[in-house]
């Protein structure tokens, strides 16, 4: 038998792999899982004219236009919660740096899922007397059904060139496992993306998913790049093995009331730090990772 | 009992409101209802459910995070829920029926805006966005509505952007559109509104200890009709309430970053 395709790549490769302009999804949600490591790779290769979609976002956001690579922002909400506002996000959006396509969480899922279906549209009650409605009279159109006369919101498709995700482990091979399960919208941008890279904790042997098929959460034929990036999701928690980094985002938040200290903040702790390892390092290292880390059984 | 802050007679108020029957969720920055589902889980209904970050049901924190959408709010539950395919087939098929949330904006009719202040295209405040609120005011039928800030930018005659779905454009509009139920009161840090039963405009239903009608008048920024008798009082809190909601159900004070 032929061996098999690897479909490892690092995260240089993988981020190497997104043009100029690109519609890309990125996954997790508010604090939580989000593939950061990619994203922060992607941010210091300086891109441009990205179209980011993200359901629930708030710091992937921030970072990519804070590098300047963003010409619109598609999402439900951007901030960064407890915390505070998204401040970069914020300042591009009131400056006109930035566009802002703003939906709602379900009219995006469900145009993520008219995109992974292939539909002409899917079909909710939300948005229904909003003004997101007329903000969208193309994508987001007012129906009624033909039999019932009920109203209801058509929600188009949202293709992405390509789609983030974060997870527990993969093989090579480009099975990837969510443990102990998906939670967030991953599945979504997943599905509706003609390329999905996903970030893992771990590659394992192809043999785990054989060992428990029931628990493989996204099969290879429709996982095009794996990137092992163990802690990929920090700042973000990566459910059940680590938490937010709370700190962090105080830190941010705080450096933010000030141009000299924000720049600073960026330069030491998020841009400037070459590889994962050292970006790690700039947080606290080992320190910090000890400090989020959750014991799981 | 006078030994209580605005953010306990909030809660406390909020939490009265839900019974066994109340099958809610939440979402981001969501602490004064998750006190409030946690404290009527605790007091008088002990079969309500709550779904933590709208994942984790049955969820039993020990302490409330800085993120009300985070797993540390996750502790003690019975399933986490996957977001697409379980949450939002409950929310949208009513299993669910209780939703509760904020805006910068409110209007008479219970609508909020969370989106821009000014025009959406050149907004003077770009805002976090209207999030899962436009969804879920229009699926859910019992809506709660609360702010910690009572002034006339908050209660505006007009949003800027109508981001959730209050009663709409009032009357029988939420019908019309095929929505379920509507907003049935909205708690501030100054008194409880209710809402007309024909207009659906918002009137006050009881001013909070010390608080005059006058006083509720000068805050809101949209007609409020004169009340036809004399205005109820609050109910304040019992002590066994208020330490319950300190000593168990948030120890670290989360709900009062609402208060800043």
């Not at chain 2, 039993?60 to 003690?76: C, K, Q, V």
């Amino acid at each position: 038998m032929a061996a098999h395709e690897s479909k490892l790549r690092t995260l240089e490769e993988a981020a190497e792999l997104i043009p100029d302009g690109a519609t890309i999804g990125i996954g997790g949600l508010s604090m939580n899982g989000a593939p950061m490591a990619f994203v922060r790779t992607l941010a210091r290769r300086r891109v441009k004219d990205l179209t980011v979609v993200a359901v629930v976002a708030g710091i992937p956001i921030e970072w990519l236009v804070a590098a300047g690579c963003v010409r619109r922002v598609v999402s439900g909400l951007v901030s960064l919660e407890g915390f505070g506002l998204a401040p970069r996000f914020r300042a591009a959006v009131q400056a006109g740096q930035v566009e802002i396509e703003e939906y709602s969480e379900h009219t995006l899922i469900c145009r993520l899922q008219a995109a992974a279906h292939r539909l002409p549209f899917v079909p909710t009650r939300a948005g229904l007397g909003t003004d997101m409605l007329g903000l969208h009279p193309t994508t987001l159109r007012l129906e009624h059904d033909p039999v019932s006369e009920e109203p209801y919101v058509a929600c188009t498709p949202l293709p992405l060139d390509f789609g983030i995700v974060h997870a527990t482990e993969a093989s090579t091979r480009g099975n990837v496992r969510v443990d102990p399960k998906l939670i967030w919208m991953d599945g979504e941008v997943a599905r509706a993306a003609a390329t999905t890279i996903v970030t893992v904790e771990r590659i394992v042997p192809e043999a785990t998913f054989v060992a428990a098929p029931a628990r493989t959460t996204y099969p290879r034929f429709t996982v095009d790049v794996v990137v092992e990036a163990p802690w990929g999701a920090y700042p973000t928690s990566a459910f059940p093995r680590y938490g937010y980094d709370g700190d962090f985002f105080r830190s941010y938040v705080q450096a933010h009331t000030d141009p000299e200290q924000a720049q600073q903040f960026w330069s030491d702790r998020v841009d400037g730090p070459d590889g994962h390892g050292s970006f790690l390092d700039a947080n606290g290292g080992a320190r910090t990772l000890l400090s989020i880390a959750r014991r799981t059984s | 009992m006078s030994d209580y802050s605005i953010d306990e007679l909030m809660v406390v108020t909020l939490a009265r409101e839900f019974t066994n029957d109340t099958r809610a969720f939440n979402g981001a920055v969501s602490f004064v209802p998750v006190c409030a589902y946690l404290l009527a889980r605790r007091t008088h209904a002990p079969e309500l459910v709550w779904a933590a970050s709208s994942i984790a049901i049955d969820a039993n924190p020990a302490a409330i995070p800085e993120s009300t959408l985070s797993d540390g709010l996750w502790n003690g539950a019975s399933m986490l829920s996957g977001s697409s395919y379980d949450f939002w087939s409950f929310a949208q098929g009513r299993r669910y029926n209780t939703f509760a949330f904020r805006g910068a904006q409110m209007d008479a009719y219970g609508n909020v805006n969370n989106t821009v202040i000014g025009p959406y295209e050149s907004p003077k405040v770009r805002l976090p966005g209207g999030g899962g609120m436009a969804d879920l005011g229009c699926m859910l039928p019992l809506i709660y509505l609360w702010s910690t800030t009572h002034d006339p930018r908050t209660f505006v005659e007009k949003l800027d952007f109508r981001s959730g779905m209050g009663w709409g454009d009032g009357g029988d509009d939420r019908a019309r559109l095929g929505l379920p139920g509507g907003p049935q009161l909205c708690v501030t840090n100054l008194c409880v509104f209710e809402f007309d039963p024909d207009s659906k405009r918002m009137r006050i239903r009881s001013l909070h200890p010390g608080v005059a009608v006058e006083q509720v008048v000068e805050a809101t920024g949209f007609e409020l009709p004169a009340p036809t008798g004399p205005v109820p009082v609050t109910p304040e809190p019992t002590a066994e309430e208020v330490r319950i909601l300190r000593e168990e159900v948030d120890p670290t004070g989360a709900r009062l970053r609402e208060f800043r």
